[in-house]
C-alpha cells in the first residue's frame, strides 16, 4: 500500500491511498475501511482509492461508492447520515426563523410536488384533498437552510382541505419538512423527515 498526502489551502490535508487488491473488497469493507482510515488519523481526510487502473471515491457517512466517476454503491437508507438525519422530530426542528425564502421556480416544484404526496398519505380521505393550485400560489411558502454545504433544509408551509372520517371538508394548515443531501458534490437527494406538524 502507497499512501500519498498533500496539503489544499485553509490548512485541510487529503490522502490518496494506492492499493493492489483494494477493488477485491465489497462494497461494505470498502466503507468499513474508509471510514475506520479516517476515524484513525487526525487532521488528514481520505479523498481516494488507487488500484491498477481504477479510482474509488468512498463516501462512508452517505454510504456511497463512485468507481472512475460512477456511482457503484448507493445504501443511504442504511448510512450513519441516513439515522442522523431522520430522528423523531419535535417542535423545535420547526423553529424556520432563520430559513430564507425560496423564489426559484425549479425549486419550488420540487419541494411542492413531494410536500403534498406526505400530507396526502396522512389523510383519511387522500382522494378528496384539495391544495392551492400550484407552487406559486400566495398560500404556498417555501423557506429553505442550508446548514455546512451538506444538507439543505426546506419547510413547506401551506393548507390542505380534505374530508375527515366523518366525512366533513376541513381546511388544515401544515409545515413538511424536507431535506435535500448533496454530500461531497454527489446527486442531490431528496428527503423527508419523519413527521409533519399540521395545525
Known sequence: ????????????WKATII???????NPEEMISLDKELNDSVVGVTIQNYGC??????????????????EEIYDDYENSDFYAEMHPE????????DDFEKVSDDETLV??????????????????????????????VLILKSVDNNKITRYAVISWVEAENSFGAQLRNDFCVLLYEVNGNKRKKRLITAHSTKTT
Open 52 to 69: 491498477e487502473k481504477d479510482n474509488y471515491e468512498i463516501d462512508s457517512d452517505l454510504s456511497s461508492i463512485k468507481k472512475n466517476g
Open 19 to 25: 492499493s493492489y487488491n483494494f477493488g477485491d473488497l
Open 1 to 12: 500500500m502507497i499512501v500519498g498526502i498533500r496539503r489544499l489551502p485553509e490548512e485541510i
Open 89 to 96: 422530530l419535535t417542535e423545535d426542528d420547526f423553529d424556520i
Open 110 to 139: 420540487k419541494c411542492w410536488v413531494p410536500a403534498k404526496k406526505i400530507i396526502e398519505a396522512q389523510l383519511k380521505a387522500p382522494s378528496s384533498a384539495k391544495f392551492p393550485f400550484s407552487s406559486n400560489s400566495n398560500d
